[in-house]
């Protein structure tokens, strides 16, 4: 039953069935490089996009409940470790991009609650989110899909830690720590007004995903059928100890969110690149990418960004070796 829900459901292997017959009614050959691209070009797409249409919505009716006031107040009840962990598991049930959790993040601070919070909150929010759980799951199985959710919130709870114990909050703007959250509204809204809501946010969100989706698919397509597999055994496979890193640097700079990293990491790992690596490159790319530490380079100072970047990096690496470590176990 498992096996089925992963495979059909979550997988939609009767879409890639449904696929490969159509493109052969059209006289394309899927064993060729074009049609094999052509195939794996709209399959993913398709079920990226329809996967993401229930998941958004899902995701957005959630956060109908969590608004920022009740977030906040949320986190305010605990302290220490399991306020970390709370601002980290809330982060899974927020924005999909880092730009969009910034926001957020300021309002946090704001509002009076400590850095060490808010930086758990902003490391988890773009890296781990509901949708990445069910996105993973369709493509690399659950055992893949939890590890990379369970690290991920440990990578967010372990940074808010460090950032908390370095005392840095005179690292903030000052517009930011002298300014106080705007109030939010407390009126509770209709299930009607929810579920429109939650429509509105699915038909958005496409619109600007949408683009970085079959950018980051056309990219799979083309490394699944035309990029020879011994070079990405040589750059990225268990020849290059160094391949972790390198996925991260490469990552980094990028602006995309995991629903277009996905695809991508399909194709390397199909490839013969380890799994560590290709699940580092799509936490680099959703948790530094550029224009992300443009933005928080505006609410905070150079210092503290720079030990943001290092301790993302840092646990980025250390997930990325350990995925590598228990790709038996998981594959």
Avoid at 185 to 192: D, I, R
């Amino acid at each position: 039953m498992m096996q089925f829900i992963q495979e059909q459901i979550f997988g939609m292997k009767w879409l890639n069935t449904a696929v490969s017959s159509l493109l052969g009614m059209l006289g394309i050959s899927t064993e060729s490089r074009l049609g094999g691209s052509l195939l794996f070009f709209l399959y993913d797409s398709i079920k990226i996009t329809l996967l993401l249409f229930v998941l958004i919505f899902a995701i957005s009716y959630i956060q109908s409940f969590f608004p920022p006031e009740r977030s906040r107040r949320l986190m305010s009840r605990f302290s220490g470790l399991s306020a970390r962990i709370v601002a980290a598991l809330l982060g899974t049930v927020t924005p999909f991009c880092s730009c969009s959790s910034i926001p957020i993040f300021m309002g946090f601070t704001q509002a009076g609650l400590p850095l060490g919070i808010t930086f758990s909150f902003l490391i988890s929010s773009p890296m781990v989110d509901l949708g990445s759980l069910v996105l993973l799951l369709s493509i690399f199985g659950w055992k893949v899909a939890v590890a990379y959710v369970v690290l991920g919130l440990v990578v967010a709870v372990a940074g808010g830690t460090a950032i908390g114990r370095l005392r840095l909050e005179s690292d903030v703007a000052d517009f930011i720590r002298n300014g106080k959250a705007a109030p939010a509204s407390e009126e509770c809204p209709s299930q009607k007004q929810r579920l429109l809501s939650a429509l509105r946010s699915v038909l958005a969100t496409l619109r600007k995903i949408i683009p970085y989706i079959l950018a980051g698919v056309a990219v799979g397509a083309l490394i699944h059928n035309w990029i020879p597999e011994n070079w990405v055994l040589r750059s990225l496979g268990g020849e290059n100890p160094l391949g972790v890193p390198l996925a991260v640097v490469v990552g980094a700079p990028m602006y995309a969110d995991i629903f277009a990293c996905i695809p991508i990491a399909e194709s390397l790992l199909a490839k013969g690149a380890l799994l560590g690596v290709v699940l580092s490159f799509m936490m680099a790319v959703t948790t530094l990418s550029l224009p992300s530490l443009v933005m928080l380079r505006k609410v905070v100072k150079a210092r503290l960004l720079a030990v943001f970047i290092a301790i993302c990096i840092a646990g980025i690496i250390m997930a990325g070796y350990l995925f590598n470590a228990l790709q038996a176990l998981l594959i």
